[in-house]
């Protein structure tokens, strides 16, 4: 049963439902807001009232992430200013901003009396440090319970805002055993710290899709063997090395193709340059220029997928690896390092092949690059239903090429 106050806010919910909180600063999406996307849309109704502090559109401001939000059924939004990000600013451009200090304290505190008045007893954020700290703050101030959803691997690297408010954080949770593994490492107790995998919406990726038309766009032959790399371009991801894979791999696979799909992270990247522009130059030295295939970021991931035989990312120390599952869900074979968190959603030898880290001329000899059909076949089969065994999604019709 719920009741609506007289001053025609949401209603106060008087069952025995756990009031949850999600504090959501970014106004632009990304993989961890997906994440927490997904559980405010499948959190049990049932036993679960769920909120969101969100920050809102304003005039010259959009905020599609706030608009994401608002099409989850059965949530209560409520718009929020936590100041701009200041991550990647000068000095100079942080002092600035300074004004709006004052703002974002007084929005913070009427979400503080939002989550008093709806009785919300869990906060739930990401670990970006606007998130972070706004979340342990809302906890000393309201005494909710703070849960801080940690996406990377803890380390001295991170500002310290987000290491104090994980520190004042009532539980931590970690998106792998890997990043949990980091965060008990690095001083915290073992007994807050949880490591839940991520997931996808399995429905959502249909391995059916018809990939010609994507490689008609751009210009793939249809017999040519096609591995897709999609990610953030910045070094540690590893789209280099799979560069030089390909210039490794030329003479016994002139007609092989990388697809490396994203745009550059300029904040990730050490120097402040385009790794976008470093890894077209390298593919020039090596002479693999008219192999490699920049598509910048895409939309349209499932169809590039599709049309891909294979999906490689060797990212060093991956805390998990979204774009793993999703190829996963696509049937596609993956391979990745055994490095950080690959190990726990790829299994060698049946949902893809894990590589070393550093070790090039090992990822150009490693086996996916060549499969033959059966092989695949058999691979496919293994990712998609191992996704499908983790509770992510419904199944679908076996992919018919695979079928025996």
């Known amino acids: 049963m719920t009741t609506r106050p007289a001053d025609g806010s949401l209603p106060v919910d ?17 993989a961890d807001t997906f994440i ?69 304290m007084l929005s913070l505190a009427g979400v503080a009396r939002y989550v008093r008045r709806h009785h919300i007893r869990i906060l739930h954020s990401t670990d970006r440090p606007r998130d972070a700290l706004s979340c342990v703050l809302l906890s000393r101030m309201t005494g909710a319970k703070a849960v ?8 001295k690297w991170m500002k310290p805002m987000v290491r104090w ?25 073992a007994e807050k710290t949880h ?48 560069v030089r894979a390909l210039a490794r791999l030329r003479r016994d696979l002139p007609h092989l193709r990388l697809l490396i799909v994203g745009e550059d992270d300029w904040m990730a990247h050490p120097g402040g340059v385009s790794h976008g522009q470093e890894l077209r130059a390298l593919a020039g030295e090596l002479g693999v220029a008219d192999r490699v295939l920049f598509t910048g970021k895409r939309k349209d991931v499932p169809a590039l997928l599709a049309a891909s035989d294979v999906l490689a990312l060797p990212s060093l120390g991956e805390p998990f690896g979204l774009v793993y599952v999703e190829a996963m869900a696509m049937k596609r074979p993956v391979i ?47 990712a998609r239903a191992r996704i499908a065994s983790e509770g992510t999604g419904s199944g679908g019709a076996p992919q018919p090429k695979c079928q025996t």
């Open 165 to 189: 408010a994980m520190a004042l954080a009532d539980a931590l949770v970690g998106v792998s055993r890997y990043v949990a593994r980091t965060l008990i490492e690095g001083g915290h107790a």
């Open 14 to 30: 008087q069952t025995n439902r756990t009031g949850v909180l999600f504090v959501s600063s970014p106004s632009q999406s990304g």
């Open 36 to 104: 927490h996307g997904l559980l405010m849309r499948h959190l049990d109704r049932s036993s679960f009232e769920v909120h969101a502090a969100a920050t809102a559109p304003t005039p010259g401001a959009p905020a599609p992430a706030f608009e994401e939000l608002a099409a989850i059924p059965d949530l209560h939004l409520r718009p929020a200013f936590f100041g701009p990000s200041l991550v990647g600013r000068s000095p100079a451009a942080k002092a600035a901003l300074a004004f709006q200090a004052l703002p974002a």
């Open 148 to 155: 801080i959803h940690v996406h990377v691997g803890y380390g």
């Open 195 to 242: 490591a839940v995998l991520n997931a996808i919406d399995l429905a959502r990726w249909d391995f059916r899709i018809d990939g010609a038309p994507i490689r008609r766009e751009l210009g793939i032959p249809p017999e040519a063997p096609v591995v897709a790399c999609v990610g953030r371009l910045f070094q540690w991801k590893g789209q280099g090395e799979l």
């Open 336 to 382: 990745a390092l055994e490095s950080g968190g690959a190990p726990e959603v790829v299994e060698h030898g049946k949902s893809g092949l894990l590589s070393a880290p550093g070790d090039s001329e090992g990822l150009a000899a490693t086996p996916g690059f060549e499969l033959p059909p059966e092989a695949h076949c058999v691979t496919q089969s293994n």
